[in-house]
Every structure is written in structure tokens, then in C-alpha cells.
């Protein structure tokens, strides 16, 4: 059976968890929805959050509590998700499009820079994707003046030295879907760390049931940040497997700011060499590659392609091979040794 690249790590815990709020009828936002925002809090230490049944909807709600004026413009990575475009688009907004760093593949103060002097609105904020799980150097970024939206959705568990992911943000996006480091399902938490944002966050405490995450997500979300330290060790064990066996190959890796510790979203690999060949050699393994950038802005959005070039190396050269906590020991062996044989 082909080993995916990507698995839920859901065990028993979670279906348990979930189990009971279909027992208990909690289908809807209530009470696990709130406890889902305090055991949140007890583990990031935010001021205030809320819960939503989407990333979408958690990004519509932080640029609105940001009072952004219409066509007015929000900077975004080449490499972020493609739904960030139909956000904008939805809150009549004008996306600024910047280039990557070749090593992080994360927006940097010269790639900002850059799309900041060819904008032709002003920018009023800057969404700050962390690309495949690698937190780029924040502190930088908040030298414009521009109030930040971090999405931490697959940077979770990684601190740059005393601070957490996320923690330099004006409002942070955590987002709760399948393939991101907690999973509900789908769902997604966004946050202020301070008092002044965090009043502006109140006012969206009593939106429709309709946006609001269902107890059902919420009890899965619960389960997942107390089993996080126990998933995020069992991600460390398993990458310093991969990545023993990586470095007999050719192929690179994205480099992490040295005061950071990677979570090990994924294991992606930057190829030296035809990604067909990796993916069909994969493939004949039993062992599925993936193609990293499949989703993004640069790779749905061809018009972008000649304005970032970086971006657009990256997403024909980047494939990430499977990386999560409920890999076997034969599993984990397998991969290493498709790594290590790499064409």
C-alpha cells in the first residue's frame, strides 16, 4: 500500500472527543467552542481569540477589524494559498504580490521592499504566510509599519527563540484544516496579542452560528493542542531520519532562521533534478511525492510567474514526501530509503 504524504493525526482521543459531542447533541458552536478558545489561550497565551468555521472567514473578519478602505492594497507571498486571492477579492481589496527568499521561501524585507516600490495602491497590511512550516524573520518585517497578519496554520509548535510562532503579528491566523499542523476537520482560530487589537476582535464574539466553529470541530481541536508536544516530538524523531537519508542526495532543503526549531510540517525537498522523474520513482516505491506549491497564488495565477521568478523556480522544483506522527517504524524506513536513492 503507497504511503501518502499526507495523514490526519487523529487517534483515538480525538474520535472519543468527538464521539461525545455527537452524544451530547453538540453539533453547533457552544460550549466546546469557548473551551476550545481557552485551552487556545492556556497554550499560545493570546489576549483574545475567536473561532471560525474557516481560514476564509477567520481572514475576511482580520482585515475588516483592520479598517482597510476599499481597493486599498494587502501584500501577500507568491507562495501563499490561492484563497487568500477570492478573500481579497471578497473585501475589495487589491492583492500586492511579492517574491520570495530561494533559501526560506518566505517573504523578506527585500522582497517586501521590492513590491512595495512597484504597488500602485498603498499598502495597508501585510499577510505573512509561513511557507510550508518555516517562520521567516518577523521582527524584520514589522520595521514597515504595517500592521501584520500572521498565518501560522502550518508553523504551529516552532518558537523563534523566547517567542512563539506567530506571537509578532498585530492579528494571527490558526487555521484548523486537514492538512494543517491541528486538525478539527476544518475550522480556524484567529487571535490578537494585544489589548488594543484584541477590542477590535470582540466585536465579532456574536456572529451567526453560521460562521462560528461547531462543537464537533472544536472537541477534535481540543484534543489536538494537548497531544501537540507528544505529535511535535514524534515530527522531530521521524525528520532526523529523512533527513540522514536526504543527505546522500543532491537535492536541497529550505533553511529555518538558526534561532528557530522547525515543527516538521512536511518534508520537502528543493530538486536538483526533473521533478516527473522524482515523482514516477516515488511512485514505483510505493511512496507518494507531491508537488508543494500545487495551491498557491504563483502556480494558479500564471501572470505572476515572470514578476516572481523565485517563486516560480520553487514551485516547479519543490516536492515534499510523507512526514507525520502516525508513521510505523517500516514506514519510516521505506521513505528513507526512497530518499536516499533518489534519481
Given at each position: 500500500?503507497?504511503i501518502?504524504?499526507f495523514?490526519?493525526t487523529?487517534?483515538?482521543?480525538?474520535?472519543?472527543?468527538v464521539?461525545?459531542?455527537?452524544v451530547?447533541?453538540?453539533?453547533?458552536?457552544?460550549?466546546?467552542?469557548?473551551k476550545?478558545?481557552?485551552?487556545?489561550k492556556?497554550?499560545i497565551?493570546?489576549?483574545?481569540?475567536v473561532?471560525f468555521?474557516?481560514p476564509?472567514?477567520?481572514?475576511?473578519?482580520?482585515l475588516?477589524?483592520l479598517?482597510?478602505?476599499?481597493n486599498?492594497g494587502?501584500?501577500?507571498?507568491?507562495l501563499s494559498?490561492y484563497y487568500?486571492?477570492?478573500?481579497?477579492?471578497?473585501?475589495s481589496?487589491?492583492?500586492?504580490?511579492?517574491d520570495?527568499?530561494?533559501?526560506?521561501?518566505n517573504?523578506?524585507?527585500?522582497?517586501?521592499?521590492k513590491?512595495?516600490q512597484e504597488?500602485?495602491?498603498?499598502?495597508r497590511c501585510?499577510?505573512?504566510?509561513?511557507?510550508l512550516?518555516?517562520?521567516?524573520?518577523?521582527?524584520?518585517l514589522?520595521?514597515?509599519?504595517?500592521p501584520?497578519?500572521?498565518d501560522?496554520?502550518?508553523?504551529y509548535?516552532?518558537?523563534?527563540?523566547?517567542?512563539?510562532?506567530?506571537?509578532l503579528?498585530t492579528?494571527?491566523?490558526?487555521?484548523?484544516?486537514?492538512?494543517d499542523?491541528?486538525?478539527?476537520g476544518?475550522?480556524?482560530?484567529?487571535?490578537a496579542n494585544?489589548?488594543?487589537?484584541?477590542?477590535v476582535?470582540?466585536?465579532?464574539?456574536?456572529?451567526?452560528?453560521e460562521y462560528q466553529?461547531?462543537?464537533?470541530?472544536a472537541?477534535m481541536?481540543?484534543?489536538?493542542?494537548k497531544?501537540?508536544e507528544?505529535n511535535?516530538a514524534?515530527?522531530?524523531?521521524?525528520?532526523e531520519?529523512?533527513l540522514?537519508?536526504?543527505?546522500?542526495?543532491?537535492h536541497?532543503?529550505f533553511?529555518?532562521?538558526?534561532?528557530a526549531?522547525?515543527n516538521?510540517?512536511s518534508f520537502p525537498?528543493?530538486?536538483?533534478?526533473?521533478?516527473?522523474?522524482?515523482?514516477a520513482?516515488g511512485?514505483?516505491?510505493e511512496?507518494?511525492?507531491?508537488?508543494?506549491?500545487?495551491d498557491?497564488?504563483i502556480?494558479?495565477?500564471?501572470?505572476?510567474?515572470?514578476?516572481?521568478p523565485?517563486?516560480y523556480s520553487?514551485?516547479?522544483?519543490?516536492?515534499l514526501?510523507?512526514?507525520y506522527?502516525?508513521?510505523?517504524?517500516k514506514?519510516?524506513e521505506?521513505?528513507?530509503k526512497?530518499?536516499?536513492?533518489?534519481?
Open positions: 500500500m503507497k501518502e504524504v495523514s490526519p487523529i487517534r483515538r482521543k480525538e474520535m472519543d472527543a464521539l461525545s459531542a455527537l451530547d447533541d453538540a453539533l453547533g458552536p457552544g460550549e466546546l467552542s469557548l476550545l478558545i481557552a485551552v487556545a492556556e497554550y497565551n493570546f489576549e483574545y481569540g473561532s468555521r474557516s476564509t472567514f477567520a481572514l475576511f473578519y482580520a475588516k477589524a479598517n482597510i478602505a476599499n486599498e494587502v501584500l501577500i507571498s507568491a494559498p487568500y486571492i477570492q478573500v481579497l477579492k471578497d473585501a481589496l487589491t492583492p500586492i504580490i511579492a520570495v527568499d530561494e533559501h526560506s521561501g517573504i523578506t524585507k527585500a522582497t517586501i521592499s513590491a512595495l504597488a500602485s495602491v498603498p499598502v501585510i499577510i505573512n504566510h509561513h511557507t512550516g518555516y517562520v521567516p524573520n518577523t521582527a524584520d514589522t520595521e514597515f509599519g504595517i501584520i497578519i500572521e501560522i496554520s502550518r508553523s509548535g516552532t518558537n523563534t527563540g523566547e517567542l512563539k510562532a506567530g506571537a503579528g492579528l494571527t491566523l490558526l487555521g484548523l484544516e486537514e492538512r499542523v491541528l486538525t478539527a476544518g475550522g480556524a482560530i484567529l487571535y494585544s489589548r488594543r487589537e484584541a477590542a476582535l470582540k466585536q465579532f464574539a456574536e456572529l451567526p452560528p466553529l461547531p462543537d464537533m470541530n472537541a481541536a481540543i484534543v489536538q493542542f497531544e501537540h507528544k511535535f514524534r515530527r522531530k524523531e521521524i525528520a531520519v529523512l540522514q537519508a536526504s543527505l546522500r542526495t543532491r536541497k532543503r533553511l529555518q532562521l538558526d534561532i526549531e522547525y516538521n510540517y525537498l528543493i530538486l536538483q533534478t526533473g521533478m516527473k522523474d522524482v515523482v520513482y511512485n514505483k516505491k511512496v507518494a511525492v507531491e508537488t508543494a506549491f500545487n498557491t497564488i502556480v494558479k495565477l500564471p501572470e505572476y510567474q515572470s514578476r516572481c523565485t517563486a520553487l514551485s516547479l522544483r519543490t516536492v514526501f510523507p512526514l506522527p502516525r508513521l510505523s517504524g514506514q519510516i521505506k521513505i528513507a526512497v530518499l536516499a536513492t533518489l534519481p
